[in-house]
């Protein structure tokens, strides 16, 4: 099936976009929606570092500005316009259980007459973020809720120590599916090289901490 995948740079929506071009699904472009101020929705990684992770992957891109107000219409128009122009009958999702997610995800979908496909619905999280690392990706935290992980868990790297270390919080879910954290992948089984950048201000934002993440040449 012709698809497109949701794509937030980080480890969730990457392996989603795996598992699903894995089961045989051709993945016609991924879709990154950032915000006026050019910065991924969720994740708050610059448009820049992003274009260079595609590029990376070698998949073709949309990356989109979108509203926060009319979101769900801008959606809708642009899914519409590609399943007409592009032939594409699903949306590959990263979501793994938060069920007002999902029930906004069929509701939607029902509408657009294409189907939703979520490779991580519904997975345990502990053999989760297992499998991701089991898989090869590497990746980074580049996000953390300010009132559940202070700014020293910026840039680690996600790993059988990180895990650890998450487990023994006893509060944060392990693949942060509750916005605990966010990650950016830089390498892994989808990627024709790594991503090559340098890690920049961690920013105190809104109750949460971000970790400027910029392309390695503006080091230079």
Not at 39 to 63: N, P, Y
Not at 144 to 171: H, S, V
Request: proline share 3%; aromatic share 10%.
């Amino acid at each position: 099936m012709r698809v497109v995948s949701l794509w937030s740079g980080g480890k969730d929506s990457c392996f989603a976009c795996y598992q699903a071009k894995s089961r045989g699904h051709k993945i016609v472009s991924v879709f990154n929606f950032v915000n006026p101020q050019r910065a991924s929705l969720s994740h708050g990684l610059s448009a820049e570092i992003i274009q260079r992770q595609l590029a990376a992957v070698d998949i073709l891109f949309l990356q989109k500005s979108m509203p926060k107000e009319g979101y769900r219409q801008a959606f809708m128009k642009l899914i519409n316009e590609w399943k007409i122009q592009k032939g594409i009958g699903a949306i590959v999702f990263g979501d793994i259980y938060l069920q007002e997610h999902k029930d906004w995800i069929d509701k939607v979908c029902d509408e657009l007459k294409v189907k939703a496909i979520l490779p991580l619905w519904g997975k345990d999280t502990r053999r989760l973020i297992a499998e991701i690392i089991g898989a090869g990706f590497k990746a980074i935290v580049v996000s953390t809720r300010a009132d559940l992980l202070g700014p020293e868990w910026l840039g680690r790297q996600i790993d059988e120590e990180f895990i650890k270390e998450i487990k023994a919080l006893g509060n944060i879910d392990l693949c942060g599916e509750r916005g605990e954290y966010h990650t950016f992948v830089y390498d892994g089984p989808l990627f024709k090289k790594p991503v090559e950048f340098i890690t920049g201000k961690k920013l105190l934002k809104d109750n949460r901490w971000f970790l400027k993440l910029l392309p390695k040449e503006e080091a230079r």
